[in-house]
Every structure is written in C-alpha cells, then in structure tokens.
C-alpha cells in the first residue's frame, strides 16, 4: 500500500490530500487514520459525509494497481505525518459478492432520502446570496444599506433612482399575485424584503446591545465583553459605529413612517382594470 | 398515503395541481419548494423552520378550504434546511392526517429528488409543450429509481387537443387533461380550490380523475 500525502493550514483549520495505491496483486481494504488533533471533517454532499468516512478517518477497498485520491479538513495545527495508515487487510473475494461495494451497500442500507442528497447537486442556495442578502432583494437594498451595513457612505441621487425602479418592480410583483401559476416567485416579494431588513436590524440590535453593556459597566463584565469579542481589537470603532447607526436608524424610520403614510394612501383600481382587459 | 406533484419544469402548474389534488383527496398539502414557496403563508412555523429543526411539523399545518404546510421564503431559511428532515416531518403528518400531497420544485437537485423518495407515489405534471415533456421525462427517470410509483400526469392549461397519447406513452402513464380555465389559475392564490368552487366544470372532473387514481 503506497500513501503519499499534503497538508495545507487554512486559517484555524488543516487541509490534508492523500494519494493512496494499491501495489497489491489482490484487493485490499484499508483503513487511514487522521493523526491530527481534531476530528476528521470529511467531503460531504447534502450534510451526509461520503461513504466510509467517520471521525476517525475513512475506510477504502482498492483493487490491484488502483489509486484513490481524498482529502479532509480538521480544525487542529498539521502534524507529521498527517494520516497514516491504520490496518490493510485482504478483501475476501468469495464474501465479495455478498457485501460489494461499501458504497452501494451503504445505499441499499440508507433511505431512498440518503440516497436522493449523495447522488443529486446541493440545492442550498450559496452562502453569498444570504450573508450579502443586499443585492438579491431588491426595493429593501437601499434602505438597509442605509440602516446599517454602510454606516459612513452618503445615499448618492444614483441611488435614489434605483430605489424608484425598485419600487415598479415591487408593484409588479404585486400585481403577478393572482396568477401564482405563471410565476413562481411573485407571491414572495412583499413579505421577504422584510426579513431581510428584519435581519439588517438585528445585526445592528446586536451592535447597540454590545455598546450598551459597555456602557458604565464595571471590570468583569467589560472583560466579558471584550473575550466574547475575541479581543479588544474587535471592539474599536464601536462608537463611531454605533453613533452612525443612530443617526441612520432615525433617517430610516422617517423614511418609512413616511411611505407608510402614503402607502395608506394609494387605491390601486387593479380589480377594474383586471375587468376591462 | 404521500403523493409527490412533481414535473422537472418550473410553471407548468405543479403548485396549482398539487393544491386541488389535495383537495379532491381531502388532504394536507405541504409547500417542499424550500426555494420559491408558492402555497399561500402563514405567520406561525413553517417547514423552514421543521427541516431546521426548529418547529414540529404538527405545529405547522394552517388550516384552510386545504389544510396546508406552507413553508418559508428566505434564502436563509432555505440554506439553513437539512433536507434529511424530511422523511419523518412528512411521515408525522402523514399519521396525523392520513393524505398528505407534496408539491415538488422543478429541476432536479436534492431538494426535487428527497420529496420522490419521500413519498409513496408521485403525479407528473406537464404542459403541452415539448420542451415540457422533456423535463417531464427526465423527473419520471428520478422517480423511478427513488421508487415513487407514477400513479398518472397532468397535462396542464390545456387550450386545443394535446397529444396526450403520445405524452402518456412518452411517460409511461395515464394522462388526464386540464383544460386551461381562470379559475384553476386562481384557486391558490384565493384559496378556492376548483372542487368547490366550481364542481361542474370540466377542469374539476379532470381534478378528481387525477385523484381517483391514487392509490389509498
């Protein structure tokens, strides 16, 4: 059994890449075992690691001459070597038509669910689209740029005019509504740009929440707040941002009391209209 | 009794199917497009917040004309689903209300592929166009090797004579036609299910011939 391997560091993490072969005129299972300090973090689709991995490390059948390629992560310093292998033993051909693979075993074992995550793509929509959040939903991008994420930039009047595309859009949406059938995503629209300003709210509750419990606080609970921080460096510019998010949070809510106001105001005939074409 | 509503294509009416389905079948239909949720919301849990573990999928169900499971629209709550959830959320409900119908995404990543395995027997919804069908076929290949039963296809918005013997030799099962009809479009969004709003129209006899056909 031949196991050549390389290790990476990310961050608090090591990234580790092996190459195993089989030399072997037979088949073998072998077993690798991970030496780092953590457990093994193995490749996973749809939250379910790969077959024959475990915290530990994997368990592989290599037929003669094979060669397999796999690597993992695991939150501890790279050590040397990284993985090392545990056991190879021989596969028992005769046993083999029983057992098979370990991977379809393990499909016939799993449910049609397990089944269905490790064979189809990942249906979760990528991290960027909802750490940004800003550019995906539209008429409530401007305002919570304003609330929170941007605190020093200044609205530009570009800015003010894309808000008004934004709001034909919004009114489109509404008026799509009442045939769900044709476009699947028109009844989101009026509730989620809400969400996304509710967590934009959140994120600064959870700043003004930090500023308060520094305020007047005494020794522990400053110390508390600064380890929770991961240090004190974490902590600067606190002020400045806090008191930027004062002044946008009262900008904000003028805003919005305002296009309530004149939200109350409107009496789209829509009905009609939808009776005369 | 779990009846996936599936069709590969997205707006061909799977949504709108799966709703009067449900209720000819006088069961709960639960919103499985963590993605782009159409069924009518609610303010309480939804099955975001299931699949998050967060919620009992019985404390989601909103009751209605058709009892329905809706389910979240954030990016977030869709990311945050662990779609092995899934089988014993619907199950649960499943026990509680005997029918439930799942009303699929279209494509076929993880989140169309897990309602199929999920349930017991699926429904293909198609439009009479081919590229439709086309989608259609390649949802039947999945079903099949996830062993959700075809049980008959919807040819949907029918306005002239489809060739519906050929799409149901195509997928390998009885076609019933929907006639396009402005009161099937509303139904969801007005929660008035064609059954009952208008019993004697040809879209209705349609409904319930697809609901006939499941098995109970």
Known sequence: MDLTWDIDREGDASLVRCRVRNDDAVPRRVRIESRLGAPVLPPRRGGLPESGWDEAGVTLRLDPGERRALGFAARAPPTDPPVEIADVEAVDTTAESVSEEPIARDERAGSATAVALRRLGDHRPPRAATAGGADELNGASKAEREGSSNPTGDASPGESAVSDVDDDDTFDGGERDADPDDSPSASRGPTEWFDAVGTRLDAVEARIDRAERLT???????????????????LSGLDQRVAADA??????????????????????????????? | MILAVAGGKGGVGKTTLAYNVAAALDAVVVDADLGMADLPGGRGPDLHDVLAGEADPIETLRAGPVDVVPCGRTLAGARAADLRRLESAVASIERERGTVVLDCPAGRRADAGVPLAVADACLLVVSPRAFALADAIRTRAL?????????????????????????????????AVVPADPRVGRSVAEERPVVDAAPDSAAAEAVRELARRVPR
Request: overall charge negative; proline content about 5%; charged content about 30%.
């Open chain 1, 216 to 234: 007047d606080a005494d020794l522990a609970a400053a110390t508390e707040a600064v380890a929770e921080a991961d240090g004190v460096e974490e």
């Open chain 1, 247 to 277: 002044t946008r949070l009262r900008e904000l809510s003028e805003r919005a009391s305002a296009l309530a106001a004149r939200a109350a105001e409107t009496e789209a005939p829509v009905e009609a209209l939808e009776q005369l074409a």
């Open chain 2, 143 to 175: 079903a099949r090797e996830l062993d959700a039963g075809l049980v008959g296809c919807a040819v949907n918005r029918v306005t002239e004579e489809p060739p519906t013997d050929a799409i149901a030799d195509a997928l390998g099962a009885p076609a």
